[in-house]
């Protein structure tokens, strides 16, 4: 399925219009980074102007928003394409063309506070996640347990 030009048509000017977006995140790709339930502030940015360990905010190919780090480009042909990947994630993702992104992290806010993109804390672990692969796998084979733990626990207490 290929991602529905019309979502990132809309995506792209709201994002242009408002100056920003405010999103919730879900899922397990960036932990430790980004927890279900933060919510993450992206403002449009020039994919050009995109610099290694960034969280891009962008259309997959099937049409749903991700925001992983973005790691560098490629040409595939003569199209430019721009690689990202989840900090918890093994492999990176399909290649992106530069038409399906939509902005760049500029702050995150946490239960315990808000972190602006730029916080040393931050951008140091941008700098491992992105030039230690063994960081990616260890953070991954960590939530493999966790969740082979839990559905270990499940199933005990429904005996």
Known sequence: MQADAALVQAMQQLIVKQGYID???RGVSMLPFIRTGNIC???PIEPLRLRKGDVVLF???SGTLVGHRYFGQTFIGSERMFLC????NVYPDDPVPADRIIGRMVW??????????????LKLWAWLVTRVSFVSLTIHT???LIRKLRGMKNRLWAS
Do not use: N, T
Not at 85 to 88: E, H, I, L, Y
Not at 108 to 121: E, F, L, T, V, W
């Open 59 to 61: 259309v997959s190919g």
């Open 23 to 25: 999103i919730p995140s």
């Open 41 to 43: 502030r992206f403002e």
């Open 85 to 88: 990947k989840g900090d918890s």
């Open 108 to 121: 995150i806010r946490k239960p315990i506070g808000q972190y602006r993109a730029s916080d040393p804390r």
């Open 142 to 144: 960590y939530v493999k």
